[in-house]
Structure formats: C-alpha cells, structure tokens
C-alpha cells in the first residue's frame, strides 16, 4: 500500500529557530512536493523535486528551502521560523507525468 | 489564467440530499481533472478523475460532470451520507509541465 510518511504530526517551536519537516516515501516515486494549507486559501505549493538532488519553487517559496539527498526522503527547511509560517504542512509524492499524488497525514506547525 | 476557481466553500447538505461542488477555469492547457477528498486529520486523497474528452464520470455515488465549452467542472455526490462529510478540492493537471493547480477547497457537512 502506497504510504508517505511525515515525521511529525504537531510541531512547535519558538520565532526564529530553524526548523525541519521531514517526509518519506515508500513507492519509489520520482516527484515529490511540499504544500502549505490554510483555511481559504486552499493547497499552496511551497516547493517541488522530480528528482533527487533536483529542487524547483513553488507559488510560495519565500522563507523556506528544501532538500532532496535521496529519492525516497525529501526535507522542508525553515531557515528562521516566523509566526506567519504557522500552518498545516503536506508532503506529497507522484510518479511520472500522470501526478497522482499520494499524500502524508500532515504537520501542524505553530510558531510562537 | 493559471487559477482554478472553486465554490462555495462551505456547504451543509441534509442526509440523502445532492451534494454539488463547483469548479471553473480558464487555461485550455489543462488535461486531467482530479478531485481530492481529505478527512479531518488526515491528507488528501484521490477521489475520482476525469479527462475533458469526456462529458461525465461515475464511481459508485460520485459523479463528475465536465463542461469543455464553459470550462467548468463539478462534483456531485448522490445520497450523501454523514460519513462524507470531509474537504473537497478540485484540481486541474497542465499538459506541459504536469503540474496540478488546486482550487481553494469547500468544507461538506453532511447533516445527519
């Protein structure tokens, strides 16, 4: 069964500290995205990989990096922790062109 | 021209009543039309697709309908039941570069 895994379902840390979301995937999938989602405004993409070692920004890229060191593992990196980046953050993976995309259960992240 | 347009945002519809989710674009460059379904706590999930050469879809109570010419889309899911009560996003797939635009999504409640 298809499975993306995201290391931690609530997070909170202090304005200012550099945090990481982590995220795996067992299914051998090529692309692999993190999304931010806020009532009202949807799934915004944050960042995305086809590849491993490949990065390409999303809608909304400011204050975040991103890191893809293997094909299954790919790391949100917030560099210094705002309280605007409180939020849910999703990691998703696809295959190929097709895109479906499997998603993880989430992190709620709140920066104080 | 990039944006998919979904509404309404909330709706509350009685058990065994029509639930009707609307969604518009404006790019022809889109090939691929998914719904995601996404539980409290969890992330989102393919629900059903369709592809614009294609005027409908059903899978069990959903159903997709496809407008090419108005460049619209809904979903309408008969017989809801209290256990649909979930987030619903449309999304659109470009046929260049593969990427889903999501629409903001709408909030179901089934009233039992």
């Known amino acids: 069964d298809v499975k993306v895994t995201q290391s931690s379902r609530y997070l909170v840390k202090r304005t200012g500290e550099k945090v990481f979301l982590e995220c795996v995937q067992d299914m051998d999938h090529e692309n692999m995205f993190w999304y931010r989602q806020d009532p009202g405004l949807g799934l915004r993409l944050i960042y995305f990989?086809?590849?491993?070692?490949?990065?390409e920004k999303g809608d909304i890229p400011e204050g975040y990096s991103v890191s893809r060191e293997k094909k299954e593992r790919f790391s949100l990196i917030l560099e210094s922790a705002s309280t605007n980046q409180t939020s849910m953050y999703l990691c998703a993976s696809s295959r190929g062109a097709k895109n479906i995309q499997y998603f993880g259960a989430g992190t709620r992240l709140s920066v104080l | 021209q990039q944006q998919v347009k979904q509404s309404p945002q909330s709706l509350i519809v009685q058990k065994g009543g029509i639930s009707i989710i609307n969604c518009a674009y404006e790019n022809t460059a889109f090939d691929y039309f998914p719904w995601y379904q996404q539980f409290p706590g969890k992330g989102p999930a393919l629900l059903i697709a369709i592809r614009p050469d294609v005027s409908e879809k059903k899978e069990g109570r959903f159903t997709i309908s496809f407008n090419k010419s108005a460049k619209q889309f809904s979903l309408h899911i008969m017989d809801s039941q209290p256990g649909d009560s979930a987030t619903y996003f449309c999304?659109?797939?470009?046929?260049?570069?593969?990427?889903?635009?999501w629409g903001a999504g709408t909030k179901l409640i089934i009233k039992p």
């Open positions: 999304a659109a797939r470009h046929n260049s570069n593969y990427q889903l635009i």
């Open positions: 990989s086809y590849d491993v070692k490949m990065k």
